[in-house]
């Protein structure tokens, strides 16, 4: 099976960089990715990794340690439409589903 | 070109009566998964098919709960007999390739089932 932690919650300022936590033990694994969440609303995805190493997007960046199993959410900038659920989800070949982790709470303060 | 579509939105039941969620994937996309979210909680798996075909329903209990995608038409999620703790948000994604592969589902806005 798979098991992912993260951390339930995490405050940080507007304008200040914040990191996320991941780490994972699965078998069979391809990749991890990370998904926004804001209430009521429905999962969106932001990135991807396969690969070890930094993978940026705009104020976004997601890094992987395949060796390590772990993996991290980075959050440049802080803005308050940021304040959202965040969700690691790794990959596994066999059935080629995501098993999401139970996600952290980021929010956003002035 | 639409995103994935899910309806109805909101859906009240009462105890032993069922609930069936639709879902229509987004355009040329073959794969569909459905997850089952509580309140403050992460997205839990039930199940991923393809046209015509179930290939993981490990995440789905095996009473009252069935899902189908059809050639033509969307996938349904059904639940039958509902109980109280059937209430929850439930999402369906879509992706071209398998989601596990490349990472990337679609997900649509969820419908959200209440069971009096």
């Known amino acids: 099976g798979q098991s992912l932690e993260q951390p339930s919650e995490v405050t940080a300022v507007e304008g200040a960089i914040v990191q996320i936590n991941c780490t994972y033990q699965?078998?069979?694994?391809?990749?991890l990715s990370w998904y926004q969440q804001h209430d009521g609303g429905a999962p969106t995805f932001l990135s991807y990794?396969?690969?070890?190493g930094l993978e940026e997007t705009g104020r976004f960046s997601s890094f992987l340690s395949r060796s390590d199993s772990y993996g991290y959410l980075l959050l440049q900038e802080l803005q308050m439409k940021d304040s959202a659920s965040y969700f690691c989800?790794?990959?596994?070949?066999?059935?080629?589903?995501?098993?999401f982790g139970t996600g952290t709470r980021l929010q956003v303060t002035l | 070109n639409a995103g994935v579509m899910q309806n109805p939105r909101h859906l009240v039941r009462r105890r032993g009566q069922e609930a069936r969620l639709r879902c229509s994937p987004m355009?040329?996309?073959?794969?569909v998964y459905w997850y089952r979210q509580l309140p403050e909680e992460g997205l839990k798996f039930m199940v991923y098919?393809?046209?015509?075909?179930?290939?993981?329903e490990s995440g789905m209990p095996k009473e009252r709960f069935s899902a189908e995608f059809p050639k033509e038409g969307p996938s349904i999620l059904r639940i039958q007999q509902v109980v109280r703790g059937d209430s929850a948000a439930y999402f369906c994604?879509?992706?071209?390739?398998?989601?596990?592969?490349?990472?990337?589902?679609?997900f649509g806005e969820g419908s959200r089932l209440t069971v009096l």
């Open positions: 989800a790794v990959g596994t070949g066999t059935a080629s589903k995501l098993t």
């Open positions: 699965t078998s069979g694994f391809y990749g």
């Open positions: 098919l393809q046209k015509e075909n179930i290939i993981d």
């Open positions: 994604a879509s992706s071209q390739e398998a989601g596990g592969e490349t990472g990337e589902l679609f």
């Open positions: 355009k040329g996309h073959s794969h």
């Open positions: 990794n396969a690969l070890d």
